[in-house]
């Protein structure tokens, strides 16, 4: 009998490239459709994520996921889901620069096979990962990009805005709905 090729997850499963390898439960690739247009790229997995293997399921996935479909983005359809990170960081921490790099083959391999018309970046560290920016999301979120030929928008974490929950115009919260507004308005007018 033939053996069945390995599919990018398995790879990704298997990999040892850094230390994170040795600590995680789960190898954390995406959710989301491979053919969406949409590919939003976080910073890395949390316990929640660690223990289920999808991206962005915890508290921050689901005020991510409203804000997602408040802006008329299917979650099945339209938006491919991911981490610049694999595994989880022990303690929720910041990936390390090593980590990133280690990491850096499996998310250019997402970006080739899903080929998305624009990209969000959620937080500082997956800018930073993608765009060689550091900080200064204040600035940077809400204002297009351009890399490798795509457009990217950085907006803030999700967690940034579950620790400002103001609903006020000009909070956190109002400004990362009209990014992902603007987000859905380039891919409509594409």
Known sequence: MAETPLTELD???SCTACSLSETRTRVVVSRGSASAPLMLIGEAPGAREDATGQPFVGRSGQALDRLLVEAGFDLETDV??????KCRPPG??????VELAACRPWLDLQLQQVNPAAVVLAGATSVEAILGIKG???QLRG???RWQDRAVMPIFHPSYLLRNPSPDEGAPIDLTRRDLSS????LCER
């Open 11 to 13: 790879l990704c499963g």
């Open 80 to 85: 491919y889901i991911c981490n610049a990170v």
């Open 92 to 97: 929720n921490r910041r990936p390390k620069r």
């Open 136 to 138: 200064g999301m204040t």
């Open 143 to 145: 204002r297009w990009q």
């Open 183 to 186: 987000v859905r308005q380039h």
